[in-house]
């Protein structure tokens, strides 16, 4: 099975570092998907989620508030302001979803790509 290598970066650390087999980004233009081998790119993204199933079919959920992706064929590296991983190993669902919430409600971005990662942000809970 093939895998891309994820990064998720802010400036006060990494966020999110691993192999994964697909990658879904929130560009400007709107939600694509990054499978191993993809064309090389570099993408804004915009207020929203990043999604990623690893390996062992785990999801990995960040929510971010804006930045930019550089893809290649082996490599994801998300360079982003502000970030939220939703449901990380350590943290609490809860606390990590309001967060999540709070961070991406005070993003300077469009309030239908807000709405709309809040709701895929809640239905984790269920």
Known sequence: ????KLEIVTP??????GDVKVVTLCGKDGEFGVLPGHAALVSLLDAGLISATTPENKEVVVAINGGY?????????CIVDGAVAVNDQEGNL?????KAKELLKSAQSSDTAIASAVSKIESIKK
Request: aromatic share 4%; hydrophobic share 40%; glycine share 4%.
């Open 69 to 77: 992706a550089k893809v290649s064929e082996e490599k994801v590296s």
């Open 94 to 98: 809860s606390e990590n979803i309001a």
């Open 1 to 4: 099975m093939s895998t891309i």
């Open 12 to 17: 006060h650390g990494v966020i999110y570092d």
